[in-house]
């Protein structure tokens, strides 16, 4: 028979063996379980959808004093009302994370291959390799490339984009085009400048009207400002990324029969590209002439060379107020008059001039013929075009 302390040690044997036996299973169980999450978050598709309604275009040049970034650019894009632009999460991201609360599916774009560290910029570039931007200089923040908004996988972004509605009938989340917070930029809007001089201006409109180039919002490979590189469907491809493209199309301004070409075209000035699958899209944009404005010098008005008049937002027609709506968009009423009477803006600020140094030339306003020349000089303009 066996005694008591025979007994106690078999027990004590045995619970230690349990014990190593249950170890030795479990850490497999968690590994793969840890494995498992892992795979999942690297399988969550692409999750960002953004669309833009607003591109302007403005012809300054010969800027080579600071300015007031604010006021001055040469092409500013942006979603300025959510029932026809802003970004959202994409459906597919959404069903694949339907059993996630808000809290988690924000959390998780961090935690995605696919999502983190990634951000909304502006750029133009080479329509044959969509991973080079378009310039023969140094890249510059908020001159050949700008970010939307923050990082998209940040709290201030993301929490908003994960609990945003869902429309019932299409399973769309609803689009935003504005998010509350501390950070800078809460608005979808970017902008790009070559306005140092005449030359790179008229270049840089060459190249998009020859179609070497485009105008992109894309999707950064990192969270670092000036990364060139975009995300796309297969790592690294130059043919395909994730974003739009917008092919634009200059022209004469209305009533002119020569001169520069300083305005997106009113008839094809914008085509919209799915850069993801290169197909065209199918979407309307208004280039219109009513939404051409001259660029006025004050000064030029103070002497009685051209009418513009510096008052208060006014209109007095239905294409007036239509006008004054798509231009406010992009011109900040600190910066400027808005006269759409005359169909002109003037700057409100003195010595941030549109037209640069004009050393002695004349600005050709109101004439149908127009040259570049030692003594004078074509009008600038300003031009928006909003999709519909």
């Known amino acids: 028979m066996l005694t008591r302390l025979q007994m106690r040690r078999i027990l004590a044997v ?7 036996m249950f170890q030795n299973c479990s850490t497999p169980l968690e590994d793969s379980s840890q494995s498992s999450v892992a795979a999942f978050k690297s399988s969550l598709p692409f999750a960002y959808e953004s669309k833009l309604d607003t591109i302007a275009y403005m012809s300054c040049s010969e800027i080579k004093e600071t300015v007031e970034r604010r006021a001055y650019f040469t092409f500013r894009a942006g979603a300025y009302n959510n029932s026809s632009g802003g970004i959202r999460l994409s459906k597919s991201f959404r069903d694949a994370t339907k059993y996630y609360s808000g809290a988690d599916r924000a959390g998780v774009l961090s935690q995605s291959a696919a999502n ?18 378009w310039t023969s200089e140094e890249l510059r923040e908020s001159e050949e490339i700008e970010s939307f908004l923050p990082a998209l996988d940040s709290q201030e ?6 609990a945003a509605k869902v429309n019932e009938t299409s399973g769309e989340a609803v689009m935003m085009n504005y998010f509350p917070g501390p950070h800078a930029k809460r608005l979808i809007e970017a902008s790009l400048r070559f306005y140092k001089f005449e030359n790179v201006a008229k270049d840089t409109r060459a190249i998009l009207d020859n179609r070497d180039a485009l105008l992109v919002a894309g999707y950064s490979n990192s969270d670092e400002v000036l990364d060139i590189s975009l995300k796309a469907p297969e790592a690294g491809s130059s043919k395909k990324v994730y974003g739009t493209g917008y092919q634009l199309r200059f022209s004469l301004p209305t009533t002119y029969v020569s001169g520069e070409r300083r305005v997106i075209s009113p008839s ?5 590209v799915d850069l993801t699958t290169g197909s065209n899209v199918s979407a309307n944009w208004d280039c219109s002439t009513n939404y051409q404005f001259m660029i006025i010098r004050p000064e030029d008005v103070a002497a009685s060379k051209v009418v513009c008049n510096a008052t208060v937002d006014r209109y ?23 006269d759409v009477a005359n169909h002109c803006v003037m700057p409100k600020r003195t010595g941030d001039y549109c037209y640069g140094d004009l050393d002695g030339r004349s600005v050709q306003y109101g004439v149908s013929s127009c040259a570049n020349s ?12 909003i999709r519909q």
Not at 116 to 133: A, E, G, I, M, Y
Not at 157 to 162: E, H, R, Y
Not at 268 to 272: A, R
Not at 318 to 338: C, G, H, M, P, Y
Request: proline share 4%; glycine share 8%.
């Open 14 to 20: 045995g619970s230690l063996g349990l014990l190593l």
């Open 268 to 272: 094809g000035g914008v085509t919209e």
């Open 157 to 162: 972004i993301a929490g908003p984009l994960a």
């Open 316 to 338: 007095t027609n239905t294409n007036q107020q239509k006008a004054l709506a798509a231009l406010r968009r992009v011109l900040r009423v600190e910066d400027w008059f808005i």
């Open 116 to 133: 983190s560290n990634t951000r909304l910029n502006l750029t133009l570039r080479q329509s044959r390799n969509l991973q080079q931007p």
């Open 374 to 385: 030692a003594t004078t000089s074509c009008p600038h303009f300003v031009n928006v075009c």
